[in-house]
Structure formats: structure tokens, C-alpha cells
């Protein structure tokens, strides 16, 4: 069965880091296209960052860009988003998908960002 398990989730405080971690399964990742997206309380489900099936290629909300990198490794069917001078605003719920053909999501791992 295609599994994405989101990790890496937490607290943390403003100004700090975190990295989120997708473990991916079932389908044929080096082929997909991978992106994280996010959803705060009353808010839409919102893009956050993209990354073409062999990392050629990467793009980024303009509220994250220069904050965030998204990253894979197809070796370990897993992709990566590194978080860093996180603010309050970044608190949602973040998403990992598998895009081609068919998409795939994960569960959502959630990511608190308060003092």
C-alpha cells in the first residue's frame, strides 16, 4: 500500500529550526514530484514547496522563501522541508504529497511555533 509518514513535527520557539521528514512507499518515488503543504486553523490547505522528481527544480510560497528548503533523497524515498527563522505565522498543520499521475497524502505531522 503507498504509505507517506510525516515526522519531525513539534514545538518549537520563534526564530527556531525544525526539520520535517516524509518517509514515502508503495508507488515509485524517484518519479513523483514532491511537495509540502500546510493548514492553519481556518484557513485553507496552502502550498509550501515543491520539488521536481529529481530535485532539478524547486519552487516556494512567497512567505516561506529564504526560510525554507526542500530537499529529497530518492535513495531513501524520502523528502525533506528544513525550516529555519520559523515564526508564529508558520503554525499549521504541515502535509506531505506525492504528485504524477495520481496524488498521495500523508497524515499531517503539526508544527507549533510560539514563545
Known amino acids: 500500500q503507498v504509505q507517506l509518514v510525516e515526522s519531525g513535527g513539534g514545538l518549537v520557539q520563534p526564530g527556531g529550526s525544525l526539520r520535517l521528514s516524509c518517509a514515502a512507499s508503495?508507488?515509485?518515488?524517484?518519479?513523483?514530484?514532491m511537495r509540502w503543504y500546510r493548514q492553519a486553523p481556518g484557513k485553507e490547505r496552502e502550498l509550501v514547496a515543491g520539488?521536481?522528481?529529481?530535485?532539478?527544480?524547486?519552487n516556494y510560497a512567497d512567505s516561506v522563501k529564504g526560510r525554507f528548503t526542500i530537499s529529497r533523497d530518492n535513495a531513501k524515498n524520502t523528502v525533506y522541508l528544513q525550516m529555519t527563522s520559523l515564526k508564529p505565522e508558520d503554525t499549521a498543520v504541515y502535509y506531505c504529497?506525492?504528485?504524477?499521475?495520481?496524488?498521495?497524502w500523508g497524515q499531517g505531522t503539526q508544527v507549533t511555533v510560539s514563545s
Open positions: 504529497n506525492a504528485h504524477r499521475h495520481n496524488d498521495y
Open positions: 508503495g508507488f515509485i518515488f524517484s518519479t513523483y514530484a
Open positions: 520539488i521536481s522528481n529529481y530535485g532539478a527544480s524547486t
